[in-house]
Each structure stands twice: as C-alpha cells, then as structure tokens.
C-alpha cells in the first residue's frame, strides 16, 4: 500500500468513525465531519462555476465588445447586477426582476414539460390497455395487462379522491357521500403502500450504501496488515 | 350656568348672591326674605323658624282629630285653640286661620292636609335646592379664580421685552435669582445693568417671605456637604411648589429636588403667580403626577442662548425623545401584557413533576444497537465467502435491460448522463460499472456528462471501479433541466446566430445519440430528461439506473414505455456480483437485522416517538 492510500485510508476511517459518533450523541466531531463536507462542497462547487459559468459565459464575451455576443452577455450580467442588490435593503426590489424571470421561465418549462412528458403520456398509457384495437389485435387476450390496467386505473381515481376527501375535511365542507369515502379508503390503501414501498427503498439505499463503506474499511485493514 | 338663576343682593355688602342662599357667600352674612311665601304676613326672624317646627305636630293633630272621634270635634277643636292659646302668640295668623277653616268644614280636612304636605315637601325641596346653589356657587366661585389666573398666565406668556442682547425679560429674572448657573449666566450677569441691591430687592419681592440673603444660601451650600456640585447649579424650583407643600421638611423637599408633589386643587388656584412671582415656561400647570427635571431648565437656559430656528428644532428634538419614551413605555405595556397572557394560559396547567426535573437517564439502547447492527455486518464481511451463489429473482426492468444491452449494436452510439452524490455512489457505482464495462467490450462508443458538479470526481471513481483504460472526459452541463431543453431543442441553422452557439460549445448533441443512460440517486432528474428533452429528441431510447429508494417513482414512466429499461438496488446487481464489490449475502443479512429491528421497535416500545396529544377537553 503506498503511502497517499495509507494517508488517506487513515483520513476516510477518521471521518467515518467521525459520523459514526453521532450514535451516541451529537457531539463535536460529528459537527467536524459535517461542516467539511459542506465547506468542501461549497469551495469545489465555487471554482467550478467560475471555471465553467461565469469565465465562458460573461467573462469572456464581455471581452469583446462590439460583437454580439458582448451584448448578449450583457443581459445576463445586469441580471446578475440586480440579484446582488437583494443583498441590500435597498435594492431588495430590484432584486425581485431576476426572480420573476427566472420563476416565470421555470413555471412555464415545467407547465409544457409536464403536459407533454407525464400527464399526456401517462394518461394514454392506461387508455393503451383498454383500446379496442389493441385487444382486438391480440391473439389471446393479455388478462394480466387488463388487470394491471385496471388496477392503475382505480388507484389513480382512489387517490385522487383521497385527496378530493381530505381537502373537504380540511376546508369544512359538506360532508362526502358514503360512497367517496369508501373510494377514499381505497386511496388510502394504495397510498399506503406506496410509501411503504419507498420506505423499503430508503432502507434498501441506506444499508447498501453501509455495507459499501464497511467492505471498504475492512479492505483497508486487509491491505494494510498485508502488507 | 348661573344666567338662568335669579339672584338676589347682600344686604350687608351688596354683592350679588343666588336666590336661594341663606347667607351671603362673600360676607357670610344672613340672608333675609328667603322664605317667602304668598299671603304669608311677614314676622320677626324669631317667629321664622316656629312654625315649620310646628308643623308635623300641626299635621298629626290634623290627621288624628277627625279618626279619632268624629262625635266630638267641637270639643277637640276648642280644647286645641285653647292649648294654642296657651301656646300664647307665637302661631303665625295664616295657621290660625287655617285652623279655623277646619273647624268651620269638617270635610276639608283631607284637602287641607294634602295641602300641608305639599307645604312640607316643598321647604324641604327648597332645604335641597339651597345646598345644591351652595355647592354650585363654590363651583362658580373657583372657576372665576381659575378664569382670572389662567388670563393673568396669558398675560406673562406674552413675548416679554427683549433687552439689548435680545435677552428677554423672564430669562434676565432667572439668571438673577441662580447668579451661579452657568458661565454664560454669570457674563450675562455681569454685563447686566441691575445692581446687587436691585436682584435683592428682586429676589425678597418674588420669594417674599422665602428669602434667605444670598450670603445665608452660601453658608447653607457650604454646610450641605452632602448635596452633589451640580445641585448647586440646578434651578430652585420650590416657587412652584405650593404653599402648602413648602410646609415640608426641608430635606424631604431637597433630596425631591426634581419633582414636585401633587397639591390639591383649591390650594393650587390659590397658589397665583403673583405669590410665587414666576411660572416655568410652557408649564402655566402643574400635573401633579408630572415628573419635573431640573435638566429641563438647564435646557431652556440653553436654548435661550440659541437662534429661533435652533430653539425649534431643540423643542422638535425634545418633542421627539419625549415621543420615544412613550414607546419605550408602551413597548414595556405590551411585554408585561404579553407576560400576564402567558400566565394566565398556563394558568391550571399542571406544574412540571419532580420526575421531570430530573436530570433525564441517558439511553445508551440506541448506541448499543447501532453497534451491534454493525458488529454483526463487519463480521458478515469478513466471514461469509464472496464468490456465493445466490439465486436473486429478477425484476422486469431488469430483464429488458439485459435484453437491450445484448441488442446494443457496435456502431451505436451512447450519452451517460450522471446526476448522484456521494452517498449512492456505492449503490449507483456497483450498478453501473458493469454495465460501463459491457459495452467498452462491444466497442460502443460513448460519452459522459454530468448535470451536478461533484459528478466530475464521482465520475472518476466510477471509471476507476468500471477498469477503464481510457475513459473519455465527463463534460459538467450547468443549468440543470434549463441546459438540457436549450441541447435538445433543434434550432433552425438559418436563425441560430453564431455567437449562440457559444452556449453549447463543448457540449455534446443529443442528435449524434441513439441511447441515453441515466446514472441518478433522483427521480426528478429522470422526470426531468423525460419532460424536456426525451419530447423533444424522440428518437433518443431512454434507460435509467437509479437508486432503489427512488426506483418506485420512475416505475410508471417504464410502465408508460418511455423508460425502455432501468436497474436498480440489489436486483439490478444480480448476476453482476464480480464488479458490484457489496456482498449480497451481507445485504440479506442487514436486511434481516433490520426488519428485526423494526419489529422490536413496534413491540417493545410502543407510541415512545409519538407526540404527545393536545388535551381537548381542558381543564376547569
């Protein structure tokens, strides 16, 4: 083993054992391990933006003036201008153009992203597997992708009207007929598994993610008493 | 108020009184003619008051005579004039005929009593009326006063002659009386033109009885050793004290040199300018709850030395602190209003236990279980063999992504797309790096980017595990979803300007892909890809390899048919253990830990972590 693995090895177990402590409290060490992480982040992910950002993009555009793309660069440069006048109390309001544009682009990128590229496609999803043409075109019918569909179809409606219910409960309003509630029911239970099957892949994640760092330790001491 | 009311003279000194009064509220000499009555013969003052000490008898005897015995009323009647006869000449005449006018019709009786009782009640309203026009013209009497002082206030309020200097009048009498304020007093007093017979005669004409010889005030400041230097220069504000208040004890009065008692109302009307010679400026009143500081006068002696537009803006100044105490005090309000609230909600609760006093009993369970949870992991690594076989079922995604991975042709083309951090590197490194692997060896060509800056050296590692001799270069895309719909979106050669294309200089075009593999811990990032650029690039087959804790959210976009095939978790790594580096044995073991774990915690410490539920029925 040459001696930046050994050196860092020692530093990796350090930090481990150094997150580690937080199972006995939350104590000093932890704060350590935690605070260079995010300093160490926040230095790389500084450099990075001026390297890959700020220099190609307004810098060196700005270094040729007269050109198009100088007057380009100007745009987002008092864009920045105004943003770095919410730092003060003053020019808070001028601050608040960058973000309306910045919010308004967001909202309307996500608005067409999501009507074409989940809503639409999802909805046509389930209408594929109770189309006529599609059945009728299958040799021997696909129970199965019925079933399927079907359930993925009384889930959606359940949930939403989960939903639907809860938002009467919480504005109250009229009651729900004994029928929503039951389908609300329903809601729940889909609901309910669901989260169950996230929590099973947090866990999953998480001890996947130990075993890896475990294995990692226990190869260091292996190489390292190895010689 | 007194316009409506008839009056009527002193006869003694001839001023004006109410009608009503029975002496004169000047001379307090006895007021005549105050019962008069029509028909009523006027008689000596000491036949006055006879006849109404007379009447109730008069009235019972009336009322009695004829209930008593109505056979008899001669004799009663005769024996009554007798006893009034005896009584001698003291019954007024209107009573004697009143008398005889009941005996001459017996049936009268009842209207003649009634009208006795209006008699009665009429002097007796006549007794309240005569109290009640007392305490009015003792009202009427102080207002006048009031009126008189507050017109002679206004009176020394006028601008005062102002002398050479501009110095007015009041000021100069100040500076003369305090001879030792202030240095500016002490030339102002130089220069003065009066002499020091002239202040004395001043100072025993304002203090009158007061003054104390100005040696005499020397020796009483050099006995008073205890008085601080600078209440030596500090006004003598005693002329506004009351009388009354002077009578105090002298050091009571001086150690309260900056206040002044309240004094009651009467004695404070009394207490006119012309006795105390002068009145503080803008104080013509006295607040008796008023706290008076003597830096207020050092102030006006200061401001008197300024210009007109320097005193305004001292008074604005003023004006204003004075307006920022009343905040601070009402901001003192509001906090104790804000600590009685909080008292009276806590009012009823129960008061914490002793039990909760105590310092709280560390549980060391939690350490110990974490421990052992990975004592047994460690020992699971160590000990269980590496090359064992398990038989993992494996899901559909994975089964089509084995199947399109096979399919991949050699001069097809593939952009991997990173969007992880360090903590699912383990699990998205063990995933991918196999897959990397497969296709160096079928010759594909490929090209990495990231979409988050840490991406850069995570895409190190995962080259480093994949074996890689010469990886090509991760290009850092900045921007996120923004950046991946402006690659995406085919612009129009003819309308794209050359200074745009700086944008996407270096990156790579999403035209010259057939596949994209998604490398992310997220399902937003998939969504993403999905929402702005798969729409746009349809030609572009979409795979995923993502973490297990999001692989349920991106299930129906491979449902869908717009994921063609993802991995993720332990099934994804089946039958890629050689370059997954975890052990799945260990993982199954962690697994059953866990699941053990989770099920102790149900039982053994039930509701420990649920919050306490609000109390809805209260307490009484």
Same mark, same amino acid.
């Given at each position: 083993m040459s001696l930046p693995d050994l050196v860092l090895g020692i530093i990796g177990l350090a930090l481990t054992v150094m997150v580690f402590s937080y199972l006995i409290k939350d104590n000093v060490f932890f704060g350590i391990a935690l605070y260079l992480l995010v300093g160490v982040s926040s230095g790389f992910a500084t450099l990075l933006i001026i390297r890959s950002v700020i220099l190609p993009m307004l810098i060196s555009p700005l270094t040729?003036?007269?050109t198009q793309a100088f007057y380009l660069a100007l745009v987002p440069l008092l864009l920045s201008i105004l943003l770095v006048l919410m730092l003060f109390k003053r020019g808070s309001r001028m601050g608040r153009i960058p973000l309306a544009f910045l919010v308004g682009v967001m909202t309307a990128m996500a608005l067409m992203g999501i009507s074409r590229g989940t809503l639409a496609p999802q909805v046509l999803s389930i209408f594929y597997w109770f189309s006529p043409g599609i059945v009728a075109g299958w040799?021997?019918?696909?129970w199965w992708g019925l079933v399927e569909g079907i359930a993925i179809l009384i889930g959606v409606v359940a949930v939403l009207t989960f939903f639907e219910d809860r938002q009467r409960k919480i504005s109250h309003k009229s009651p729900s007929s004994p029928l929503l509630k039951g389908v609300s029911k329903v809601g729940q239970v889909f609901l309910g598994v669901t989260f169950g099957a996230l929590f099973v892949g947090i866990l999953s994640s998480a001890l996947i993610a130990l075993i890896g760092n475990l294995s990692a330790i226990v190869d260091f001491f292996s190489h390292l008493f190895a010689g | 108020m007194t316009d409506g009311l008839n009056m009527q003279k002193c006869p003694k000194c001839g001023k004006d009184n109410l009608a009503?009064? +029975?002496? $004169?509220?000047? $001379?307090g000499t006895a007021m005549e003619d105050l019962f008069h009555f029509d028909g009523q013969i006027e008689t000596p003052e000491s036949s006055n008051e006879e006849p109404i000490a007379a009447l109730p008898f008069i009235f019972d005897e009336m009322q009695s005579t004829p209930q008593s015995d109505d056979d008899s009323p001669s004799r009663d009647s005769s024996a009554e004039k007798k006893a009034t006869d005896e009584d %001698? @000449?003291? @019954?007024p005449d209107w009573l004697e005929r009143v008398r005889e006018r009941v005996r001459a019709e017996d049936d009268a009786s009842g209207l003649l009593t009634k009208g006795l009782s209006a008699l009665q009640e009429r002097l007796e309203s006549d007794e309240k009326g005569d109290a009640e026009s007392q305490y009015q013209a003792w009202l009427d009497e102080i207002r006048e006063k009031a009126e008189r002082e507050k017109a002679k206030q206004a009176e020394r309020l006028q601008p005062s002659p102002l002398d050479e200097q501009g110095v007015p009048e009041w000021l100069r009498r100040i500076r003369a009386l305090h001879p030792d304020a202030d240095e500016g007093v002490e030339e102002l007093k130089t220069e003065d033109e009066w002499t020091e017979e002239e202040l004395e005669e001043l100072r025993r004409r304002e203090l009158g009885d007061d003054y104390v010889p100005n040696h005499m005030n020397e020796q009483t400041a050099e006995d008073d +050793?205890? =008085?601080? /230097? /600078?209440d030596d220069f500090e006004?003598?504000? =005693?002329?506004?004290?009351p009388e009354d208040y002077e009578d105090l004890t002298t050091a009571e009065a001086q150690s309260r040199k900056s206040k002044v008692s309240p004094a009651p109302i009467d004695e404070a009307l009394d207490n006119s300018p012309e006795e105390t010679g002068f009145v503080m400026m803008g104080e013509p !009143?006295?607040?008796?709850d008023e706290v008076f500081d003597t830096k207020a006068v050092e102030a006006l002696l200061a401001q008197s030395d300024q210009s007109p537009p320097a005193r305004k803006k001292a008074s604005r100044d003023a004006e204003k602190e004075a307006i920022l105490q009343d905040l601070v005090i009402l901001r003192g309000q509001h906090e104790k209003v804000a600590l009685l609230k909080a008292l009276i909600s806590e009012e009823g609760r129960p008061l914490p236990s002793s039990g909760e006093i105590k +310092?709280? !009993? &560390?549980?060391?369970s939690r350490l110990i279980i974490g421990l052992a949870f990975i004592l047994v992991l460690l020992f699971s690594i160590i000990f269980?063999? !590496?090359n064992m076989s398990h038989k993992t079922p494996i899901s559909v995604p994975q089964e089509r992504f084995t199947l399109h991975l096979d399919a991949m042709d050699a001069n097809k083309s593939l952009l991997l797309v990173m969007s992880y951090s360090a903590a699912s590197a383990t699990e998205l490194e063990a995933l991918t790096a196999p897959v990397i692997q497969a296709l160096e060896d079928k010759g594909l060509s490929w090209q990495a980017m990231t979409? &988050?800056?840490?991406g850069l050296w995570l895409a190190e590692s995962l080259f480093e595990k994949a074996d890689l001799k010469n990886p090509p270069a991760p290009v850092f895309l900045s921007g996120g979803q923004y950046a991946m719909l402006n690659l995406a979106i085919k612009p129009d050669d003819q309308t794209e300007l050359e200074e745009q294309k700086v944008l996407k200089e270096g990156m790579p075009k999403f035209?010259?892909?057939d596949y994209v593999l998604l490398v992310t811990d997220s399902s937003l990032s998939v969504r993403g890809w999905l929402e702005q650029v798969a729409v746009n690039q349809p030609s572009i087959n979409t795979f995923a390899i993502i973490s297990q804790k999001e692989a349920v959210a991106i299930q129906p976009y491979f449902d869908s048919g717009q994921i063609l095939a993802y991995l993720s978790g332990m099934q994804g790594l089946a039958g890629a253990g050689s370059y997954a580096g975890i052990h799945q044995s260990v993982f199954h073991v962690g697994l059953i830990l866990m699941i053990l774990l989770l099920i102790l915690g149900f039982l053994l &410490?039930? %509701? @420990?972590d649920e919050q306490p539920k609000p109390e809805t029925g209260g307490q009484a």
């Open positions: 040729q003036p007269g040799s021997a019918i696909r | 009503h009064m +029975t002496h $004169c509220v000047h $001379c %001698g @000449s003291q @019954s +050793t205890d =008085e601080p /230097e /600078e006004p003598d504000i =005693e002329h506004n004290i !009143k006295l607040d008796p +310092t709280k !009993k &560390r549980n060391h269980i063999p !590496k979409l &988050r800056m840490d035209d010259d892909f &410490r039930p %509701g @420990s």
